[in-house]
């Protein structure tokens, strides 16, 4: 396999088939198979096996590449196509073969989730915007009294869970092992824990565990509110949506980033930019800047029908603020007035580093 890069793809086709592709700029795994004769496996750059879904048996094997053959005028390249279709299949007699559990690719992360590795979890916890703090201290308590109780703070994934179900169930609660999702770029997995009583969640704990510098990390986790949704991406991105009045609401995202997982960004909406002639509103909203956005929302004519933006972007270890005013593209005349960090919205957007195609992912069951 060496030099060889293996796709698979396990969605099937409309035909009931999923494929494997090997690619490389020599196959040395197919090389054998042609032994001696007068073809041989120069030049064939991609091989795709073709499985039929249900019942996993192989279909076809075609194999594609590039090819050179002497004409009168030199040398000339063409693509060759070679195409094996299996018509019937004999199964002999074999030995069972003991099959790795595999999760992901990333050996490191795989040996995680499967139990092979041990981790060391942190006893940091992030409360992002819980209500109840009696809950809060609870769920703290219940996380760092399993955390100090492992020697050297190291332990399976498996005995974390155990030990936090053993510690909730002291104060009369119940830990449900939500699941895990392991991020497309297969260098973070991130897992959901919630502790509940008579099977009503209180709240949730998520611990990311990051490759870094080929070994795995956990500095610090989050521990969310049952008042907040959360949802969780592709990327290995979570995002906190927290309502704290009826024209304001906040997300705060955390990301997979450099080998560590933290906070990326946050953004604070306000319904109504006339709301921010309220004192009491505008405190939430503003901070250093509150003077300036009273005036500026004093002035604005569309006060009473767009909205305002706060964002909050961490850029190479620094956390910078700007305003995003609704359906102003072009908001810099009033950062020039005002004295504020106005910036449109696809400026901003470009900043937090997010993708439209980013989706919501659901988490894994342990044991699916």
Known sequence: MKDTTVYF????????????????????????????????????????????????????????????????????????????????????????????????????????????????????????????????????SIWEDTIDAFPDGACTISDLSNSLSDNA????????????????????????????????????IVMPIVVSDEALSNDNNLLISICDQ?????????????????????????????????????ILKEAKISNLQNDEELAFFAGADSENLKTFAGDYKQAEYASIEKYVIEEKGDVYGYYVIEDESHPDEYGTIYELPFKSKDAVEEKTGDNRNDTVVEWIKFDE
Request: proline share 2%.
């Open 230 to 266: 959360m949802t969780v991406d592709n990327r290995g991105s979570i995002r906190v949506y927290h309502t704290i009045s009826d024209s304001l609401t906040s997300v705060t995202c955390y990301k997979v980033n450099n080998g560590s997982f933290n906070f990326s960004y946050s």
């Open 169 to 204: 169930k002291e104060l009369g609660l119940d830990l449900i092992t939500d699941g895990y999702v392991v991020n497309e770029q297969e260098n973070g997995v991130l897992i959901k824990y919630s502790i509940s009583r008579d099977e009503a969640v209180l709240g949730s």
């Open 9 to 140: 793809y396990g969605t099937p086709d409309a035909s009931g088939r999923f494929k494997v592709t090997f690619t490389g700029e020599k196959l040395y795994c197919i090389s054998e198979a042609f032994g001696e004769g007068s073809t041989s496996s120069n030049g064939f750059t991609e091989i795709i096996y073709w499985f039929d879904a249900k019942t996993k048996n192989l279909l076809s094997v075609s194999l594609n590449g590039n090819g050179e053959h002497e004409t009168y005028n030199g040398t000339s390249k063409e693509s060759k196509t070679l195409v094996f279709t299996i018509t019937n299949i004999s199964f002999d007699a074999c030995d069972s073969i003991d099959l790795p559990n595999l999760v992901c690719e990333n050996s490191q992360l795989n040996g995680a989730l499967s139990g092979d590795i041990l981790i060391q979890p942190s006893p940091m916890l992030n409360t992002e915007m819980s209500y109840d703090s009696d809950v809060s201290d609870t769920i703290t």
